[in-house]
Nanobody, 131 residues
């Protein structure tokens, strides 16, 4: 069974930075797009960022664009989310999940993916940003 382990969360002050890691036990990791998602108390889970299987194609939610950077290291089966200039509204549990790609998706296509297309959700890592 596929297993994702999210780590790197913590408590930071507004304006601080964190780097989240998503380590996957997943066969053919380099054939999957990986997504970062977050869920705050009382709110629906939302997409934060996606990265395709190749060519550096990425998607960012408008709320994090310019502050967050997604990257992947296929040799380590790991995806990262560098979060800079954190804001209190970034407080949430952050999750990662995977979507099979028959071919690498374009950035435009990544932005249209529904959350239901992703599977094998991890347990999440808590990010708390204080003011």
């Amino acid at each position: 069974q596929v297993q994702f382990v999210e780590s790197g969360g913590g408590l930071v002050q507004s304006g601080g930075s964190l780097r989240l890691s998503c380590a996957a036990s997943l066969e053919a990791f380099d054939y999957y797009a990986i997504g970062w998602f977050r869920q705050a108390p009382g709110k629906e889970r939302e997409a934060v960022s996606y990265i395709s299987s190749a060519y550096g194609r990425t998607y960012y939610a408008d709320s994090v664009k310019g502050r967050f950077t997604i990257s992947r290291d296929d040799a380590k089966n790991t995806v990262y989310l560098q979060m800079n200039n954190l804001k209190p509204e970034d407080t949430a549990v952050y999750y990662c999940a995977a979507k099979w790609e028959v071919v690498p998706l374009t950035a435009q296509a990544l932005g249209l993916l529904p959350l239901s297309d992703f599977a094998s959700w991890g347990q999440g890592t808590q990010v708390t940003v204080s003011s």
